[in-house]
């Protein structure tokens, strides 16, 4: 008995110790259990969980990967550490074939994990998968309700999966048996429809049934063919509106059968009347076809659908997070403004649209607008939203309560004003709900401060409301774009914020799609413009360099070399045409938007406003494309291109320096901008560093610690101020409460991040509505420095996507406590400091299968302690002045030390 005894507790101590690694979060081409890939070889990932163990490395893996019947590829245990991007090489994968893969990990404490599973689908791999046809309606109303499409359809037997492929020109929402598909909105998404056109796949093996089916969509203009761009711009990529829907079923006997949309469809309208981006809907209740997709319903009145030829070749499965519901938010305050307007408050700038519950009439018609903020008076105020109306119109079937919220469209907004609503507005009967692309939260950032933790908060909805399907610059107005310069300052920031990856995966090869022959890009992706012609547009330094900027960025961040190979052509035809543009290595001509909404004063007498050169900041971006690619192309290997740009890369600062540089080391443009760019993008020769950022941060001074900067300089500045030793002025403005300041806006109640610094004076008016958005995320980007250098969590040059981290926390700005934490593509790391009564404390947490060097904040040779006990293994290589920098393997760690 005592041996038996002896033994159970053996084999529980064995299987304790198995499980203190496992592998998690496993990935499909960065998805969790997708269920449409078409990458013919896809790539695997996953994070390594070591509990709170000390120092775990991964040192081989063993991935299998069936078709629920044989093993289609094991490549046995494989001695290595790498955990991501393991890409398949085995038999090839059929189009809608569902696979699971499994993984077992072993690390260099001699144990091994349990086996870890997850599973993929792929896609439609080839045109001939596609059975189905593109159908429309017959004909269209000239208001364009939304048309409804049908077919039923029967199944006698036993289904053993089915899955449906759903893709149309314009917005769709599909059902069966009255269920609508998947929790998405706004799908297809948004892409370069003429070359590139999304479907999302839904299982809908539970929701078919034996019997009597019905599948149908509704369908609305969306980016296709809707009112859409400056000006007065429709139908950019097509007139018509059309379905593509097909479901594949296997039955339990083996056979299969195809459901595709065909000319045996029908088509009518119902109840949603009208429905634009930017102008909002129309529903109209008394015009629902009530039990329209199910089986049973009278189609008898539909007419038939008209079968269109267009091309299936472009299609391609969904690679990045759909757009999905998230946050909603009660009624703050209900109130009358001065004008009699009747005005709910939501306490919050955001992105989605209002759902509500009314009783009435038969008849009764309710409005409701959308507005970011109220006037100096306290009115509604729409006049920034420009030609948008951004109206959702409601009318009433009558009767019982009815609950409503718009379709097809979406909005920008804090306050709505309603007219003509039956009855006393209560707060229980309405609330907003928040729509953005459904990427999951990776960092967060909070600090002792209260202002600087709005000003994280207002920048984490800044990318929530612009990030719907593609990195729009706003999401009030008649704009609403994908503007380059934007997503290009903004991505190192949205990195820490929310898991970018397959989002700017996906945008960026619409980049690449849509930039022209001469290699300029427009400046809007996709490209809502000129469709191809660059005529009046493309070429702008810092908004086209988002080919090369980005790119580089997502690998970075996430280590992932296919993004560098995916957009590497497109990198090298910029910078090649910026070659292209130059005379002796400058580039000086061309239209350029400069150092977007740099400070100004409308009445500037004594040469106050900040004006940098747009050509001085052309070269530099020219200078750091070239940089970019050099950098890529070693990581690739191309070292063809590695000596060719190198030598191209001297050229362009060496006629930087002659046009824009005294011997002295002034730069022509005495602004933070100019002399921000040129350090950061090293401009200048070591020896003129220095004295530039002496000149910037005196610069700053002179400003009352103000930043001028615009859209291109502001990234960028405290990290030239710190990278030179001006962290106290960095920190300053940072903590700059008054205009112009990143606090400013927070200090007048903003929520989100403005478009411009003044979007609301310090008098309290506001600014000129042709351009002045109250949530655009560009001036976020200080969101990077703060999660960087506060916080000083960082990637490795060397070891990028964090397989390498660096933990170097900067204390300033009277904080006396930050953190930060930060989901990697290896797991959680952390960093946490505070100040008190003469102590600095630091807890640190770094994931499994990766390494760190933390570098403690010192003075005068204070000792480290950690747990407590002395740090005597100090990395002396890795010294820098007014830190100890120790390395550390996996793990939780508290520093310590007295200042």
Known sequence: MRKAFFLFVALLTAHVSMAQVKAVQLKTENLVNPNSIDAAAPRFSWQMDAGTTRDVMQTAYEIKVSDGKTTVWAPGKVSSDEANYITYKGSPLKSGEKYTWTVKIWDNKGKASAVSTGTFQMGLLSEGDWKAQWIGPATEEASRPSPILRKGFSIGKKIKSATAYVTAHGFYEAKINGQKLGNEYLTPGYTSYHKRLQYQAYDVTTILKTGANVAGASLASGWYRGIYGIGDRKEIYGKDIALLMQINITYTDGTTEVIGTDNTWKSATGEVRYAEIYMGCTIDARMEQKGWSVAGFDDSKWTAVTVGNYPKNILIATQNEPVRKHETFNVKKIFTTPKGEKVIDFGQNLVGWV????????????????????????????????????????????????????????????????????????????????????????????????????????????????????????????????????????????????????????????????????????????????????????????????????????????????????????????????????????????????????????????????????????????????????????????????DTYTKLLADVKNAFLREYVTPNGLISSDTQTAYTLALQFDMLPENLRQQAADRLASNVRRYGNH?????????????????????????????????????????????????????????????????????????????????????????????????????????????????????????????????????????????????????????????????????????????????????????????????
């Open 355 to 642: 759902q509500f519950k009314v009783t009435g009439k038969a008849g009764d018609k309710i409005k409701i607008s959308h507005a970011e903020v109220l006037d100096p008076a306290g009115n509604f105020y729409t006049e920034n939203l420009r030609a948008a109306k951004s109206e959702n119109t409601f009318i009433l079937k009558g009767g019982a309560q009815e609950t409503f919220e718009p379709q097809f469209t979406w909005q920008g907004f804090q306050y709505i004003k309603i007219e003509g609503y039956p009855g006393d507005i209560k707060p229980e009967d309405f609330v907003a709900i928040s729509v953005y692309s459904d990427m999951p939260v990776t960092g967060h950032f909070t600090s002792s401060n209260p202002l600087i933790n709005q000003l994280q908060h207002n920048i984490e909805w800044g990318q929530r409301g612009n990030f719907i399907d593609i990195p729009t610059d706003c999401p009030q107005r008649d704009e609403r774009l994908g503007w380059t310069g934007d997503a290009q300052v903004f991505a190192r920031t949205a990195t820490f914020n929310m898991d970018v990856h397959s989002f700017f995966t996906k945008w960026l090869k619409d980049v690449a799609a849509d930039q022209y022959k001469d290699g300029s890009l427009p400046h809007v992706i996709p490209d809502a413009f000129d469709e191809g012609k660059p005529v009046g547009g493309g070429g702008s330094a810092g908004w086209s360099d988002a080919t090369t900027i980005i790119p580089w960025t997502m690998y970075q961040a996430y280590g992932d070399k296919q993004i560098l190979a995916n957009q590497y052509s497109s990198m090298k035809a910029w910078v090649n045409c910026m070659t292209a543009r130059s005379k002796n290595n400058l580039w000086n001509t061309g239209g350029h938007f400069g150092d977007w909404l740099f400070f100004t004063r409308n009445d500037d007498n004594d040469g106050t406003a900040a004006i940098t050169s747009k050509y001085l900041i052309a070269q530099c971006f020219y200078a750091y494309s070239t940089q970019l690619l050099i950098n890529t192309a070693k990581v690739l290997g191309n070292t063809n291109d590695v």
């Open 707 to 899: 930043l001028t900067t615009g859209f291109l300089g502001t990234p960028y500045l405290c990290h030239a101020l710190s990278r030179f030793g001006h962290d106290e002025t960095a920190f300053r403005l940072l903590m700059q409460e008054n205009y112009p300041s990143w606090l400013y806006p927070v200090k007048r109640g903003a929520t989100t991040i403005w478009e411009r610094w003044n979007g609301i004076h310090p008098d309290g008016q506001l600014e000129v509505p042709s351009m002045n958005s109250y949530n655009h995320y560009a001036y976020g980007a200080i969101g990077d420095w703060m999660y960087r250098h506060v916080a000083g969590i960082d990637t490795k040059a060397d070891a990028p996507g964090y397989k390498g981290i660096t933990i170097k926390p900067t204390v300033g700005g009277k904080l006396t406590s930050a953190s930060a934490d930060y989901n990697t593509m290896y797991g959680k790391v952390s960093s946490g400091w505070k100040v008190a009564d003469g102590k600095f404390d630091l807890d640190v947490v770094i994931p499994a299968n990766t390494t760190a060097t933390v570098y403690v904040p010192t003075k005068n040779g204070s000792a480290v302690t950690e747990g407590g006990k002395p740090v005597t293994k100090v990395d002396a290589s890795a010294a820098v002045a007014g830190y100890t920098a120790i390395n550390v393997g996996s793990g939780t760690y508290h520093f310590s030390t007295a200042n």
